[in-house]
């Protein structure tokens, strides 16, 4: 009598408990946060997303240049169709984004950020992410240790053709 009763406490305590899952949807539960790499007028923004296994996520990147600009989103995507996403940044301004996946975690995308071009890439390295960023002209990215900046190129020394005798 007392192993049914345990038992069907057990059993009752499990229901009761998974019950309180049934309201977190599945792709809440299985998500991936990654770094995000992004150049939105002129400037480096970096941060991470959250992606969840239904497609949604979230956003937060803030800018390198002036780091009290942030910027929160949301997008939504699928492997067939890509990704669609906005921004809103606390300078007021706001952005539209599309994105392609490489992987399930990795990827790459394009957009306007205050009538400026954008462009970005999540789950990439810094290297990973050179031939998907627009970088403006005369910058590059550089790493300096764990650090990400948009640096200027410096100017192309030429030697001189002609030689002291």
Known sequence: ???????????????????????????????????????????????????????????????QRNPSVTCLGTFTSSAELGGLGQLRCSNGTTGTYHFKRLSMEKGYGAGRYSQRSMSFTYGLTADESKPYLKLPPGKKLEESGKTLELVEIAPVRRRSSLTAK
């Open 1 to 63: 009598m007392r192993d049914g009763i345990l038992t069907m406490t057990t059993g009752l305590v499990a229901s009761i408990g998974l019950g309180g899952w049934a309201n977190v949807s599945a792709g809440e539960l299985f998500s991936k946060v990654g770094p995000v790499i992004a150049i939105m007028a002129d400037d480096l923004f970096l941060g991470e997303a959250v992606g969840h296994l239904s497609g949604a996520g979230t956003i937060a990147i803030h800018s």
